[in-house]
């Protein structure tokens, strides 16, 4: 499915603001960054300058970010705009416009938030799917002034990516993770089960941190109910290392190779993920996968 049949503008200028956006883009290319809260670098690591040193080609011209508490995102306040949502002393960003969107008819996206997922249960989420379409406006001693869209989705992480990425078959080309907040941030399960995934969502490149902490309950739930035979891929460092909300951040290239994943070859590329690491967080371990197709000329 494509990303734009998801979506419907709440307003007429939510929906006029929709069309033309998408007007603009040819192929999508979609970044998710989960837990996002109000971390905004991303935009400034797509831009032209940043994507060279992070040795990425192409950019993402779509951008979600995710995040169940809307006051970790600060856009649950209905202020006068343009108003500033992040202040620092070479960067200021601002909020021009906040529209709100809806899941388009008939997608029949479930929304929950697991007591299991987040620490913060009772603490200002959404009763219902919450989207969001920013027009923002960047001031960048190094970058200069530039305006950027982006949607907001408030939404628990394996929540968007069971019941938006995988049940609706959603292409991801950039993925970004950085503190995920799995230690007092309001986090209790690391998404990090979208590394099994790569191959299967089409991700092509990488810009997180190196925290793991793998699920083999989510991974083998999630492989049952969508009947995932996890694609092979390898890794490839690319680009300079970033520091980044006090987290080492690394790039990396996806290349889809030949074949289905095995417990080897996952554990080489977490491992390559989580190098750094504390390794009591985590260690090479046994994944369940799927057995490969038989060959046609073997059934």
Request: overall charge neutral; proline content about 5%; hydrophobic content about 35%.
């Amino acid at each position: 499915m494509k990303f734009r049949e998801l979506l419907v503008g709440k307003t007429d200028q939510a929906q006029q603001a929709l069309d033309e956006f998408f007007a603009s883009i040819d192929k999508e290319k979609i970044l998710w960054y989960p837990s996002a809260g109000r971390d905004y670098r991303d935009l400034m690591e797509i831009t032209p300058e940043r994507l060279a040193l992070h040795g990425i080609p192409e950019p993402p011209n779509i951008i979600c970010h995710t995040d169940y508490n809307l006051d970790r995102t600060g856009l649950d306040q209905d202020l006068p705009m343009p108003r500033i949502i992040h202040e620092h002393a070479r960067t200021t960003i601002k909020l021009m416009e906040k529209l709100p969107l809806a899941f388009a008819p008939d997608t029949n996206i479930r929304y929950q938030v697991r007591h299991s997922h987040v620490s913060f249960y009772d603490y200002h989420q959404p009763d219902e799917p919450t989207i969001y379409f920013l027009k923002l406006n960047i001031v960048s001693d190094t970058l200069g002034e530039f305006d950027m869209h982006m949607f907001y989705f408030m939404f628990e992480n394996h929540n968007f990516l069971k019941d938006v990425i995988l049940k609706k078959r959603l292409p991801i080309t950039h993925f970004v993770k950085v503190r995920q907040g799995c230690g007092f941030g309001g986090c209790r399960k690391c998404i990090s089960v979208f590394y099994s995934l790569l191959a299967n969502i089409g991700v092509k490149y990488l810009l997180v941190d190196a925290e793991v902490h793998y699920c083999h309950e989510t991974h083998a739930q999630l492989m049952h109910r969508f009947h995932i035979k996890h694609k092979n891929y390898k890794l490839m460092t690319i680009g300079t290392r970033l520091n980044w909300s006090g987290y080492y951040v690394k790039a990396y290239k996806v290349e889809r190779t030949k074949g289905y994943l095995d417990n080897e070859t996952f554990n080489m590329n977490l491992a390559q993920i989580a190098e750094g690491w504390s390794q009591d967080m985590w260690q090479p371990q046994e994944f369940l996968f799927m057995d490969p197709p038989t060959p046609r000329h073997l059934r």
